[in-house]
């Protein structure tokens, strides 16, 4: 039975995982992720869960545990933030490329330099193109959703890719709202066993894992990567489906927010979601057909479901917590973009850059986004990308 409780994102993630209970966790603390390996540790030490919780001196060495204990046939899970991501980094591409379904907590935070502990995208998004699924998080509630999703998604035999289930740093991993947990035996039911194909401690099939991959090869693993990562945009549907029959709770691969009859939309990522539907709330008020799309799969990137949720605007603001320093803006501007192109799509398309290092996304900060698409839409020169929220 669902029973109600007041939690942060780091707290409920934690649950999640003490409710999945998986073979082996590796982690190294670092701002804001820390508190998820502690809660863990406190679990084993009262007797939670049975996990073998693996203390390593470095995040390349959490991941490298989780890539060995994968290979060797057990359910493996980690968490990170920030700079510990980036030193992930090498072995990220190891996992994805060696089909290893770990999963791992992202509790976002800015990368370097300068220095800051604050939250934006720039970590996850920094290996955007590393083969793992990239799910986002708007709330707790969310975050322990999407783990409680993850292993279902990563080990289906369609996909069989590693996952990352990412939340805003501080915003979300620290705040305490009221969520819903699940009972801890359907929680783990549903999570189910992983039953991997092949395993090294297995005498009976021989098999090795990251051999040399030479050019009459390479080319054939990597597109077999790809399909299995367009299988998962089937995966996830299926799975949140699953779990809407458990929960009542029902998510896919974006989240459209009075999108029926829009003429104006943001597109944008993670907690700023919540931010942006009170604008949207607001304007509607007054009469502007605002709406809002909220991506929760960034990797496979859903362009049918976006340009689907897109076809009837006049112009479109996509908001970027990252800035990729291209000719047009931040990576998902280049996405949403790239889907309505394809789309046939032609309204015009803002990038707008936000929330760098921690800075306040507010309600007047989504006027001035939606006062930009009002101008676009009536055909007034507009910048297709720009900042927002910085001091002159």
Known sequence: MSRYDRLSGNEAVA???????????????????????????????????STEFITV???????????GAEAAGVRAMTATSSAGFALMHEMLYVAASDRLPIVMAVANRALTGPININNDHSDSMGSRDSGWIQ?????AQEAYDNMLMAHRIAEDSRVRLPL????????????????TLEDDADARAFAGVYRPEIRLLNPSQPAAYGPYGISAYYMELKKTQTEAMRAALTVIQEVSDAYAKLTGRQYGLIESYR??????????????AGTGKDAVDELRGKGIRA??????????????????????VKAVAVMDKDDSFSACGGPLGAE??????????????????????GRDVRLEDFRTVFGLLQKAADGEPAERFTYIGVRE
């Open 15 to 49: 649950n999640a995982i003490r409710q999945i209970d998986p073979d082996v966790i590796a982690a190294f603390p670092i701002t804001p992720s820390t508190e998820i390996p502690q809660f863990i540790s406190s679990f084993k030490a009262a007797g939670k869960i």
């Open 57 to 67: 001196e470095s995040e390349h060495s959490a991941i490298s545990a989780c890539v």
């Open 135 to 139: 799910i986002y998080s708007e709330n």
């Open 164 to 179: 990352m289930v990412c939340m805003d740093g501080f915003i979300t991993s620290h705040a305490v709202q009221n969520l």
């Open 259 to 272: 999108m029926e009859d829009a003429e104006l939309a943001a597109v944008l990522i993670g907690s700023s």
């Open 291 to 312: 709406g809002l799309v909220k991506i929760r799969s960034f990797r496979p990137f859903p362009a049918e479901a976006v340009a689907e949720a897109l076809k009837g």
């Open 336 to 357: 949403v973009r790239s889907a309505m192109y394809c789309a046939g799509l032609r309204a015009p398309a803002l990038n707008i850059v936000y929330g760098l290092g």
